[in-house]
Structures are given as C-alpha cells and as structure tokens.
C-alpha cells in the first residue's frame, strides 16, 4: 500500500482570494449594487431588477402556494404610503408581523433574534440605503451562504392586494425593512415560495457566518440554560422549535403553544422564587400574537412571590407573542434550540485559552471519494478524511467539569438556486481514534469513537463532543455510496495542533485534509 495523497482541500482560512468576506462579499448573480444605483441616479430613474423581477415568477414560478396571482399589483412603498421609511424609531423584534400566504416562520423567527444584534445587524443590512438622498428603488442586503458573504442586490417593488403587503409586514405603515429583507433572502432562495417550510437554523447561519449549536432538548447532557446565558452575553441569535404533533402544524395547544411551529429564544433570566432559584427563558411567536399560558406567563401569579426589581426587569402583560417560562417547560414544550454566534468561545465557561477553527471545502464524488456511511465496508475509506490532534485538555476538561471540547459541523452546499427544488442526502460523520497508526489504512474496521448523532437529510449536522488528547480521523459522508455533493467541514476545538497542509500555503495552518487510497 503506498503513502496516502493529500487531497487539496481549500482551507477557508488560507484562501488567497479575499472575495466572499464581509469586506469584499460576492456579488449574486454579478450586480453591482453601487453601479446600478449610479447609473440609475445618472438617467434619473428607477431601479428595476430583471434577474428577479417583479412578477409571477419570483413569487411562486411553481405555483405552490394556494394564491391567486393575478390580484397581485406590485408597488413600491413611495405608492403604498406618503412617506415610506426603510427603519422607524430603531430596528425591533415587534416591528413585523408574519404574511397570510407564506408559511416562513422559520425565517421570521431567525429575523427576531437578528433585530437583537445591531453589530449583525448591520452586516446583513448595510447602512448606506434609505428612502431619502440617493433614492433609486435599490437596496442591497448581504447573507452568509456556504461559507461565503454575497451581496444581494433588490428593487423596492413589493407584491401587493388591494394595496396591502401580502407577506410579511411593518407594524408601522410606514416602515419597509421587514418586507424589503425577506424580498432580499426570497431572491437567494429562487422565490418567495420556494421559502415556505424550512428550520430556523437555515438563515441564523445566513445571518451570521458563525458556529451552529443544535440540541434536542430532551436528549442532551449539556447545561443548556447556562450555555444559553453564555450565548447571550455573547450576542449569539437563538431560535428554537416545536414538535409537529399527531394532528397537523399550526395547531394552537390549549396552553398557547403552536405544534409544528419556529420560534425566537429572546433571554433568559434566573429570579428567586420562594427562597428558590428558577431559571427562565423568554420565547417570542414570530406572528407577534399567541402565549404561553402556563407558570411564568404574563398573567402567572407566580411573579407576584418575586422581587419588584425582577418584576420591572422581566415581566410584560403586551399581547405581543413574547412570553417567560421555566427551562423545565421550555424543554417539555419544545423540541430543539439552535444557537448561532459569530465566535465560539462561548462554548464553555473557561475562557483561560481561546476556541480555534478551520474550515475545509470538498466533494463526495461518485465512483471515487462517495463512499457512503460506515455500513459499506468495500466503500468507506474512499470518503475524504480529516486528521486533527487534541492536545492537552485544560485543567477544567481534566477534571471532568468541561464535558465538551470540539465541535464538528459539516454542511452539504448546493448548487441549484431554487431552494425548494434541493434535495439533501443523508449526511453525517464519524471520528476514529488513530492511536500508534501513522496512517491506519484499517480505520473503517474499527469502532468509531464519535460520530454525529445520525445521517440527516439535512443541509447541516453537527455535533458538540469530549475528545481525549491523540490524534483523531473525521470522515464526512453521505449515508448512500456514490452520491455526489460538495460540503463544507469546519473544526472547532480548544487544542489544536497543526500536521500539516497542501503545497499551496505552508503558513501556519491547523489540521490535515487526506484521502487514503489502494492502489
């Protein structure tokens, strides 16, 4: 058997080309939104986008939703109202309230959380566009996807009946950012339609960029709620969701809770109750309406047996869709929570040594490194392979009190526009100690340590692990042999020692990307 060849896999961190960062975010579909502004100040006209315009086709060019298109008028604010505003009074999670014809809760949620983060904010809604000086019917947002920033260039046209918003809209007449963001993801997405159904997780990456945390609440040994109160100090975006029940989703409980049904994470608060420390989290319906009922809801006389200070600091009688409950209910209720943060060092409570991360670009391609799951023995090995080196734990991690100390997340990109006509394989991984073994060509008749918790036929996996020190494989697949996709793995850990990169850049990088093949 000869030596292994190193696959080349383009490290995100090493990348020559600086295009697809926030400074120098990929223009989609090649419009140059300072351009077309330009040349539509310079003719005195107003901008109108023919790579999504403003007809049938970017809203529902399948005719999936239940909608008659031809009462739809598409107007730009200017003719909706007098005097249209792109933000009133700052930007906030009860400014918007969900369309009638499009079931983006999902989206909506992860919209909640953003309007918590001006920093993020501002990088998906860059500051330089309003109604008044310069106004040519153009704005541009910008969205994380696959491992790149692109800049997403819109007109103001807007679909209308009777002279109303028919997706998602303002509170205040007046105000248009809500309706001209969810215009901007619908362009990514391929259509308006082709954002019905989704997880929340989708556009809090596409909002961030960042590291992804998903838990199922009832099948976790992680503290969730300190986690969460780390997350929120350090201006993580959370959303979470409810289970679809034996009926169908959007059936409302008799508590007020939604089956089926995405939802923003906005806080959490400990207060004393009784003697006794209670831990909440407060929840936010995206449709800005529907409570929770239950202990710690708004009218909950439980809040009278806490401090006046606790009081004012948390409790609301807003029929607004924002409510408190205990982290007991939150995870009774609810069936997972997905956490996005620029930075991942608020993975853990030590902040002695700081998380790094490496990111890696390949391919699973049929007949060659498409291997499928560890089920097909003949195929496995062929799967691209990753070697890391967890170094020595800290003292936190050595005395059992840090469970976790590397995050694997593997994500399958796509190419088709056309979010709803992307089909995801099963994808997953699974992590082999290497022991004495330089390259242990034998690895996939071994029992992998670690591995993601299943193959998901989602666009993401991930999974938040204890590694002892030794050097480790990760092997990403498709559950299926022979399936083609391209992927993007990234590697956070507390301890990672470098073994070397490809012949393109021999900085000082982290990990090692190999295929081992017999030849």
Not at 176 to 188: D, H, S
Not at 357 to 371: E, R, V
Not at 422 to 434: C, E
Request: net charge neutral.
């Amino acid at each position: 058997m000869p030596p292994p060849h190193l696959n080349h896999l383009r490290n995100e961190t090493t990348t020559k080309d600086n295009t697809g960062t926030l400074d120098v975010p990929l223009k989609f579909l090649d419009q140059d939104y300072q351009e077309l502004q330009k040349s539509c100040i310079a003719n005195k006209s107003r901008y109108v986008d023919d790579k999504f315009p403003p007809d049938s086709s970017s809203i529902d060019p399948r005719k999936k939703l239940k909608l008659d298109l031809n009462r739809i008028k598409w107007l730009r604010p200017s003719d909706i109202v007098s005097d249209p505003q792109l933000i009133v009074t700052g930007v906030s999670r009860f400014d918007y309230s969900q369309g009638s014809y499009l079931g983006n809760c999902w989206f909506l949620a992860s919209v909640g959380a953003l309007t918590f983060q001006k920093d993020t904010m501002d990088q998906v809604m860059p500051a330089d566009q309003s109604f008044g000086k310069d106004y040519a019917g153009i704005f541009h947002f910008r969205f994380w996807r696959f491992g790149k920033w692109i800049d997403v260039v819109i007109d103001d046209n807007l679909p209308t009946i009777n002279g109303k918003l028919i997706f998602v809209h303002s509170k205040t007449s007046t105000e248009f950012w809500p309706a001209l963001l969810e215009k901007a993801y619908a362009k990514v997405c391929g259509s308006y339609a082709d954002m019905h159904a989704g997880s929340v997780y989708e556009a809090l990456l596409d909002f961030t960029g960042g590291v992804h945390l998903y838990f199922k609440l009832k099948n976790t040994s992680t503290d969730l709620w300190s986690l969460m109160d780390r997350a929120v100090k350090a201006k993580a975006l959370m959303g979470c969701s409810t289970s679809q029940g034996e009926t169908s989703a959007n059936t409302v409980l008799p508590n007020g809770i939604v089956q089926g049904h995405a939802y923003t994470v906005t806080g959490v608060f400990k207060v004393t109750c009784q003697g006794q420390p209670v831990r909440l989290v407060r929840v936010l319906n995206p449709w800005g309406k529907g409570e929770w009922t239950g202990a710690w809801s708004d009218k909950s006389l439980l809040w009278n047996s806490v401090s006046e200070s606790d009081q004012s600091e948390c409790r609301s009688s807003a029929i607004d869709g924002e409510f408190w409950m205990s982290m007991e209910d939150f995870t009774e209720n609810f069936r997972d929570i997905d956490i996005c943060c620029l930075s991942p060092d608020f993975l853990d409570s030590s902040f002695k040594r700081s998380w790094t991360s490496t990111c890696y670009y390949g391919s699973w391609d049929a007949g060659t490194t498409a291997g499928g799951c560890p089920n097909n023995k003949e195929t496995f090995w062929r799967n691209p392979q990753f070697r890391v080196r967890i170094e020595e734990l800290d003292d936190k991690c050595a005395s059992g009190q840090c469970p976790e100390n590397i995050l694997v997340s593997l994500m399958q990109k796509h190419e088709n526009r056309y979010r709803g006509l992307v089909s995801n394989y099963a994808i997953g991984f699974s992590v082999y100690l290497m022991k004495d073994e330089k390259f242990p060509a034998k690895f996939y008749n071994k029992r992998p340590v670690a591995a993601s918790e299943k193959f998901s036929q989602t666009r993401h996996v991930m999974k938040f692990f204890k590694l002892q020190p030794g050097d480790y494989l990760i092997v990403p697949s498709t559950f299926n042999p022979n399936e083609t996709a391209k992927f993007m793995l990234s590697i956070f850990t507390k301890e990672f020692q470098s073994l070397g990169q490809n012949n393109e850049n021999k900085s000082n990088l982290k990990g090692e990307a190999c295929s081992f093949s017999l030849l």
